[in-house]
């Protein structure tokens, strides 16, 4: 079976409500696609592209789109909509500052998604906001709200003119009614991931622009930002700790970095490991482009290791990853890990099993078994050990092997079973 | 079997609980493997490794340390690097360029490090410690880690001086945070590089670095050490040894009194019982000496591999050879004549094994062993006695013994 799919012959991908969305500047079409790679829709431009897309976003209302300036260390982040069939141009933020040396190739827009509370008709200018976020700070004067769709599916985009809490002050009335529920959405600010801080090429840094008027408002160095191709913004739900929280992601290596970009120096909510790795065990797959939808991750790739076996294209292709807690790895210890062939000797087996986000999973079954020529063996009744019990810590098992009378190399197996 | 294991594709390791560590200079990534090979995880690196290699990795319990080559080849850069917060960051970095007086080219470096506990509860904002063990190794101008505390969090302090105990240390600022009595404790003392140069001419030798200031205190001329790729520290709890390999064997130098006290055979020949393998690095765990070799030899087979694997040696004494004599070897077969046999049971530091059980049988129908169950004595060795039979004929006598633990 091929293991291709979106067949996009550009390095970026969105996904919007099942469809797989990319800019085409050869076609000025923005591609709508399944995910089989049949294409569902286009919506042509009003504004023609000049240069190929590197990466882009979507806000729950807009699409994002970076390129390239027309200058040297310049980058084009624009704002498009769709409109009547079209794909039409909203705005356009030009990052050119000889101060800087903009070279990046992935971005993402910090956008929220609420509802309202309470009812409210046409003609209204205040309205409050079921949101545990404080909103000032994040959503300012100047900056939009799109409230909606409504019943009747209508939607409108207002200007901000004050906040108070949850209340906001609309600088121009309500065209529509809507009900306590519906909808509530705004960005504010673009992430960029600079390959230079400043002009020091030699280091990456995170930039924080305003999505509006397209200034720099911060800069964080740091070479783990260098080089990023593929970063995007969601709401999260999988660290369990911590409930929704709102983060910033980004691939390097072959983890999926989560950025709290709410903590001063940007600490990580966590990571994830991917399968990004060639068969060679060593060559990491790189990452386009990403897109989070509920609880799965999608990632545009031209390469992908199926069951050992690693695969290329000439297209980019989606290859899925998931937020939901799975067994990634389980790690070994023999305790000794020599000991005589006197079919009494033992050796203690601890098992650490974790999942991809390298927490220890408590509460799973570990199946021990021997690979062995011989009678060595798990000791009876040690052979199925769950994981945080017997006094161990969490998400290790222990087990004991005890040898057989036959000098050998003797591998001892553990399983643990996806739930 | 296939025996390769962890598949490294590069010739240095660190063992971190269960899984093993390496640092990849072209992703720029510390990459953590599980025992069969697998990727468990990987941390990215900041500042990147920009190309250049590691040579050899360190871990204290607490900090990953690692060797570079510096600006040219007789410069070394040694960095100590903190995984937190999903990344792994420097946080210390230690350039040893060359001078008149020096020169460097290493293969191999080791961390002499201690880690211990708290013996009282430390609250925020105070001024002391008192430390379980490793009191003598902690100096004033000692930087220790103190953590993690029941909340998760570490913390640095700088030891000032000795208080009215001498296991008791104070410090230079007050501690942020409360750590309870039996918070793990970490501190490294020295390093101690290999050389391939002795000062800045040609010879090999070992350089003691002390820590934090990052001082050479300590030069030991040593040709030997040219020819080191693999060295580790090892900690018995009451004696400090710098391992190193040469050749087919371990050497254990004592750093207390920088003599190399033990010497411990390895498995690393080929089949042909004449090519040494070469040992990349090793590290101890517990009892056991982690070797990182891409060749290995198993019961009397040469494998190959194309990426970097661990073979074990076990440090606890275990029986590595028994060895028997018998005298007189020519008997009448008379049924009268006897001869002393003496089997003498060595472990692998080739010390004798003392009170080891060790059971003799001969091939002989009419003669016979007096002892056939005989313990060793202070040198390692069990006598019996072999009574001669009566058919003239070779007799093959055999000595059995078992490592039980």
Same mark, same amino acid.
């Given at each position: 079976?091929?293991?291709?799919?979106?067949?996009?012959?550009?390095?970026?991908?969105?996904?919007?409500?099942?469809?797989?969305?990319?800019?085409?500047?050869?076609?000025?079409?923005?591609?709508?696609?399944?995910?089989?790679?049949?294409?569902?829709?286009?919506?042509?431009?009003?504004?023609?592209?000049?240069?190929?897309?590197?990466?882009?976003?979507?806000?729950?209302?807009?699409?994002?789109?970076?390129?390239?300036?027309?200058?040297?260390?310049?980058?084009?982040?624009?704002?498009?909509?769709?409109?009547?069939?079209?794909?039409?141009?909203?705005?356009?933020?030009?990052?050119?500052?000889?101060?800087?040396?903009?070279?990046?190739?992935?971005?993402?827009?910090?956008?929220?998604?609420?509802?309202?509370?309470?009812?409210?008709?046409?003609?209204?200018?205040?309205?409050?906001?079921?949101?545990?976020?404080?909103?000032?700070?994040?959503?300012?004067?100047?900056?939009?709200?799109?409230?909606?769709?409504?019943? =009747?599916? @209508?939607?409108?985009?207002?200007?901000?003119?004050?906040?108070?809490?949850?209340?906001?002050?609309?600088?121009?009335?309500?065209?529509?009614?809507?009900?306590?529920?519906?909808?509530?959405?705004?960005?504010?600010?673009?992430?960029?991931?600079?390959? =230079?801080?400043?002009?020091?090429?030699?280091?990456?840094?995170?930039?924080? +622009?305003?999505?509006?008027?397209?200034?720099? +408002?911060?800069?964080?160095?740091? !070479?783990?930002?260098?080089?990023?191709?593929?970063?995007?913004?969601?709401?999260?739900?999988?660290?369990?700790?911590? !409930?929704?929280?709102?983060?910033?992601?980004?691939?390097?290596?072959?983890?999926?970095?989560?950025?709290?970009?709410?903590?001063?120096?940007?600490?990580?909510? !966590?990571?994830?490991?991917?399968?990004?790795?060639?068969?060679?065990?060593?060559?990491?797959?790189?990452?386009?482009?990403?897109?989070?939808?509920?609880?799965?991750?999608?990632?545009?790739?031209?390469?992908?290791?199926?069951?050992?076996?690693?695969?290329?294209?000439?297209?980019?292709? &989606?290859?899925?990853?998931?937020?939901?807690?799975?067994?990634?790895?389980?790690?070994?210890?023999?305790?000794?890990?020599?000991?005589?062939?006197?079919?009494?000797?033992?050796?203690?087996?601890?098992?650490?099993?974790?999942? *991809?986000?390298?927490?220890?999973?408590?509460?799973?079954?570990?199946?021990?078994?021997?690979?062995?020529?011989?009678?060595?063996?798990?000791?009876?009744?040690?052979?199925?050990?769950?994981?945080?019990?017997?006094?161990?810590?969490?998400?290790?098992?222990?087990?004991? &092997?005890?040898?057989?009378?036959?000098?050998?190399?003797?591998?001892?197996?553990? @399983?643990?079973? $996806?739930? | 079997?296939?025996?390769?294991?962890?598949?490294?594709?590069?010739?240095?390791?660190?063992?971190?609980?269960?899984?093993?560590?390496?640092?990849?200079?072209?992703?720029?990534?510390?990459?953590?493997?599980?025992?069969?090979?697998?990727?468990?995880?990987?941390?990215?690196?900041?500042?990147?490794?920009?190309?250049?290699?590691?040579?050899?990795?360190?871990?204290?319990?607490?900090?990953?340390?690692?060797?570079?080559?510096?600006?040219?080849?007789?410069?070394?850069?040694?960095?100590?690097? #903190?995984?937190?917060?999903?990344?792994?960051?420097?946080?210390?970095?230690?350039?040893?360029?060359?001078?008149?007086?020096?020169?460097?080219?290493?293969?191999?470096?080791?961390?002499?490090?201690?880690?211990?506990?708290?013996?009282?509860?430390?609250?925020?904002?105070?001024?002391?410690?008192?430390?379980?063990?490793?009191?003598?190794?902690?100096?004033?101008?000692?930087?220790?880690? #103190?953590?993690?505390?029941?909340?998760?969090?570490?913390?640095?302090?700088?030891?000032?001086?000795?208080?009215?105990?001498?296991?008791?240390?104070?410090?230079?600022?007050?501690?942020?945070?409360?750590?309870?009595?039996?918070?793990?404790?970490?501190?490294?003392?020295?390093?101690?590089?290999?050389?391939?140069?002795l000062y800045n001419s040609a010879g090999g030798s070992?350089?003691?670095?002390?820590?934090?200031?990052?001082?050479?205190?300590?030069?030991?001329?040593?040709?030997?050490?040219?020819?080191?790729?693999?060295?580790?520290?090892?900690?018995?709890?009451?004696?400090?040894?710098?391992?190193?390999?040469?050749?087919?064997?371990?050497?254990? #130098?004592?750093?207390?009194?920088?003599?190399?006290?033990?010497?411990?055979?390895?498995?690393?020949?080929?089949?042909? $019982?004449?090519?040494?393998?070469?040992?990349?690095?090793?590290?101890?765990?517990?009892?056991?000496?982690?070797?990182?070799?891409?060749?290995?030899?198993?019961?009397?087979?040469?494998?190959?591999?194309?990426?970097?694997?661990?073979?074990?040696?076990?440090?606890?004494?275990?029986?590595?050879?028994?060895?028997?004599?018998?005298?007189?070897?020519?008997?009448?077969?008379?049924?009268?004549?006897?001869?002393?046999?003496?089997?003498?049971?060595?472990?692998?530091?080739?010390?004798?094994?003392?009170?080891?059980?060790?059971?003799?049988?001969?091939?002989?129908?009419?003669?016979?062993?007096?002892?056939?169950?005989?313990?060793?004595?202070?040198? !390692?060795? =069990?006598?019996?006695?072999?009574?001669?039979?009566?058919?003239?004929?070779?007799?093959?006598?055999?000595?059995?013994?078992? *490592?039980y633990d």
């Open positions: 079976m091929a293991n291709d799919n979106l067949n996009f012959r550009k390095p970026h991908m969105t996904f919007v409500d099942g469809y797989f969305y990319m800019f085409d500047d050869d076609t000025d079409m923005l591609l709508q696609k399944t995910d089989d790679g049949v294409t569902s829709f286009s919506f042509p431009f009003d504004t023609l592209m000049s240069n190929t897309v590197d990466s882009i976003e979507h806000d729950g209302v807009n699409f994002w789109s970076m390129e390239d300036g027309s200058a040297d260390d310049t980058k084009v982040i624009r704002r498009w909509a769709l409109d009547n069939y079209a794909c039409k141009l909203q705005s356009t933020v030009t990052l050119s500052n000889p101060a800087h040396t903009f070279s990046s190739d992935t971005f993402s827009v910090e956008h929220y998604h609420c509802t309202i509370s309470g009812g409210y008709s046409e003609g209204d200018t205040i309205i409050t906001v079921d949101v545990d976020t404080e909103l000032p700070g994040l959503l300012q004067s100047g900056m939009a709200m799109t409230i909606g769709p409504n019943t =009747a599916g @209508r939607q409108e985009t207002i200007n901000i003119q004050h906040v108070a809490g949850k209340v906001i002050t609309l600088a121009d009335p309500l065209e529509y009614s809507y009900i306590n529920g519906d909808s509530f959405q705004f960005y504010n600010y673009l992430w960029m991931f600079n390959n =230079a801080h400043g002009t020091n090429t030699s280091t990456g840094a995170l930039y924080k +622009i305003n999505a509006y008027s397209g200034s720099v +408002i911060a800069t964080y160095p740091g !070479g783990v930002y260098k080089g990023v191709k593929a970063a995007t913004f969601s709401e999260i739900t999988h660290f369990t700790e911590l !409930g929704a929280v709102n983060s910033l992601m980004y691939v390097k290596a072959s983890n999926l970095l989560f950025i709290n970009i709410n903590s001063a120096s940007l600490d990580y909510y !966590g990571s994830m490991a991917m399968d990004t790795i060639k068969d060679d065990e060593v060559s990491i797959i790189t990452v386009y482009d990403l897109a989070v939808y509920n609880k799965n991750v999608y990632r545009l790739q031209r390469f992908a290791t199926y069951y050992g076996a690693t695969e290329g294209w000439a297209t980019y292709n &989606y290859q899925a990853a998931t937020f939901n807690s799975m067994v990634a790895s389980i790690g070994m210890v023999a305790s000794p890990n020599i000991i005589a062939a006197n079919g009494t000797s033992v050796s203690e087996i601890i098992a650490s099993v974790r999942d *991809q986000f390298a927490q220890p999973i408590d509460g799973r079954l570990v199946y021990f078994a021997v690979d062995s020529e011989n009678d060595g063996a798990i000791v009876d009744g040690q052979e199925i050990v769950n994981t945080g019990s017997g006094g161990m810590s969490a998400g290790k098992a222990q087990t004991t &092997y005890r040898a057989g009378e036959v000098a050998e190399l003797v591998r001892i197996l553990a @399983r643990v079973d $996806q739930v | 079997m296939a025996h390769e294991n962890i598949r490294f594709p590069r010739n240095h390791m660190a063992i971190r609980d269960e899984y093993f560590y390496y640092f990849d200079e072209r992703n720029d990534t510390l990459n953590q493997k599980v025992s069969d090979g697998a990727t468990a995880f990987t941390y990215p690196l900041d500042p990147p490794l920009g190309g250049n290699a590691v040579i050899s990795v360190e871990y204290d319990g607490f900090n990953f340390w690692t060797l570079q080559e510096g600006n040219t080849s007789e410069d070394v850069v040694i960095k100590k690097w #903190l995984v937190s917060n999903y990344i792994c960051e420097v946080v210390d970095t230690i350039e040893l360029a060359h001078s008149a007086d020096h020169k460097f080219n290493s293969s191999s470096f080791s961390l002499e490090f201690y880690n211990t506990t708290l013996v009282t509860t430390v609250s925020g904002r105070t001024s002391q410690i008192t430390l379980a063990g490793y009191a003598d190794y902690v100096d004033p101008g000692t930087i220790i880690t #103190l953590g993690p505390n029941s909340e998760g969090v570490y913390e640095n302090v700088t030891v000032t001086g000795t208080l009215n105990t001498s296991n008791s240390f104070g410090l230079g600022f007050y501690t942020f945070n409360t750590y309870e009595a039996g918070t793990k404790v970490y501190f490294p003392k020295s390093i101690w590089l290999v050389n391939n140069f070992l350089y003691k670095i002390t820590l934090p200031n990052k001082q050479i205190t300590e030069v030991i001329a040593d040709e030997d050490f040219e020819y080191v790729d693999a060295s580790c520290f090892y900690n018995t709890g009451s004696e400090q040894y710098i391992l190193y390999v040469l050749g087919t064997t371990v050497r254990f #130098l004592n750093i207390d009194s920088l003599t190399n006290e033990k010497s411990m055979l390895l498995d690393n020949i080929k089949n042909d $019982q004449s090519t040494g393998i070469t040992v990349y690095d090793i590290k101890v765990k517990g009892d056991t000496l982690y070797r990182l070799q891409n060749k290995a030899t198993y019961f009397g087979t040469d494998y190959t591999f194309s990426t970097y694997n661990y073979q074990f040696s076990t440090i606890r004494p275990f029986v590595d050879s028994i060895t028997v004599d018998v005298n007189p070897k020519i008997l009448p077969s008379n049924g009268i004549n006897v001869a002393e046999i003496q089997a003498v049971v060595r472990d692998q530091f080739n010390a004798p094994i003392q009170i080891k059980s060790v059971t003799f049988s001969d091939s002989d129908a009419t003669g016979f062993i007096s002892s056939t169950f005989v313990y060793t004595n202070h040198y !390692g060795i =069990a006598a019996s006695v072999y009574k001669a039979g009566t058919i003239p004929g070779n007799v093959t006598i055999t000595a059995l013994t078992t *490592q």
